[in-house]
């Protein structure tokens, strides 16, 4: 059974930085692409980064050149490096990996940016 832990959310001012970590369990964590997902009140879930099981990464254009993704695979985990955040990208961050054609997600982690 695949689980997927998020951790690191919480209240920053805009400008400020926030490292969100997942923690995977179940799967041979370094064989699988890893994204995180964003979902804002009233809104659709977005992909905001990807990273591939080599390490490639691609970002959403709304965070390119504020956020980080990367992995860990001795420990299992992969991180959004969250830098200059904005109150637009206040939401329910969300870790996801696709296992066995399943969708795998996380129970999110609350971002909030605010003054």
């Known amino acids: 059974q695949v689980h997927l832990v998020e951790s690191g959310g919480g209240l920053v001012q805009p400008g400020g930085s926030l490292r969100l970590s997942c923690a995977a369990s179940g799967i041979i964590f370094s064989a699988y692409t890893m994204d995180w997902y964003r979902q804002a009140p009233g809104k659709q879930r977005a992909l905001v980064a990807v990273i591939t099981s080599g390490g490639s990464t691609n970002y959403a254009d709304s965070v390119k050149g504020r956020f980080t993704i990367s992995r860990d695979n001795a420990k299992n985990t992969v991180y959004l490096q969250m830098n200059s955040l904005k109150p637009e990208d206040t939401a329910l961050y969300y870790c996801?990996?696709?296992?066995?054609?399943?969708?795998?997600w996380g129970q999110g982690t609350q971002v909030t940016v605010s003054s």
């Open positions: 996801h990996t696709v296992y066995k054609s399943i969708a795998q």
